[in-house]
């Protein structure tokens, strides 16, 4: 699986967009983006995935750079119940199908 | 409610002992994957059953197995406990590798 790359940690302002990056410049053709967060010790929660396009859902957007080796997660109006660490996961083929989680990025929403 | 069922959600016992964590996937869900989360560890992928039959194993100690039963339901079986097992323990399921849903988790303690 693609290794991927995100900053250790984030602050946002409640109210606010949070943008949270992630590099996978190792990314093969395809292979998925996902996204998830956790929050304190729950269990991880599925927020959108994306192969090439930017996917939207109820929850946040995704955007896919057009070379496939970035994404941004975009929390449109970040709450204090965002407060969360977020992982960005690239997911193996079909057959392959575990996900690699990374150390994630702690977003903290500052009231 | 995720639709994903672990139990017991609390678990204390001593060190030698086996203990055995039940998991029952979201209904319609064939594939079951169980993760081992530590303060040091982060998210470790375990094993995934696939319909009974195992499909990937990841960094999964000898003294741990699991198996998934004809219902669905899977166990993870740990044994010859050790201080350094003591974690988070959780399980996902999914239908074909999309939309990893998460339980909220067995946290084991070895004293």
């Known amino acids: 699986d693609a290794k991927t790359t995100q900053p250790t940690s984030m602050d946002c302002a409640e109210g606010r967009a949070a943008n949270l990056p992630c590099n996978h410049s190792?990314?093969?053709?395809?292979?998925?983006v996902y996204w998830y967060r956790q929050i304190h010790s729950q269990g991880p929660q599925y927020i959108i995935h994306g192969l090439k396009n930017n996917e939207t859902n109820e929850m946040a957007s995704l955007i896919i750079t057009e070379d496939r080796k970035s994404s941004t997660l975009i929390l449109p109006h970040a709450t204090l119940r965002d407060t969360a660490v977020y992982y960005c996961?690239?997911?193996?083929?079909?057959?392959?199908?575990?996900?690699?989680f990374g150390t994630g990025t702690r977003l903290t929403i500052i009231p | 409610d995720s639709g994903v069922t672990q139990t017991p959600k609390h678990l204390i016992t001593a060190t030698g002992q086996r203990v055995t964590l039940r998991c029952s996937p979201r209904s319609g869900d064939l594939s079951v994957y169980w993760y081992q989360q530590s303060l040091d560890q982060g998210l470790q992928f375990l094993i995934q059953y696939y319909n009974g039959e195992e499909r990937a194993k990841g960094n999964i100690l000898e003294r741990f197995s699991a198996q998934q039963f004809p219902d669905l339901h899977s166990e993870l079986n740990l044994s010859s406990l050790e201080l350094g097992d003591s974690a988070l323990y959780f399980c996902a399921s999914s239908v074909a590798g999309v939309g990893y849903t998460f339980g909220s988790g067995t946290r084991l303690t070895v004293v």
């Open positions: 190792t990314i093969s053709g395809n292979e998925y």
């Open positions: 996961i690239v997911r193996g083929n079909f057959g392959n199908e575990k996900l690699t």
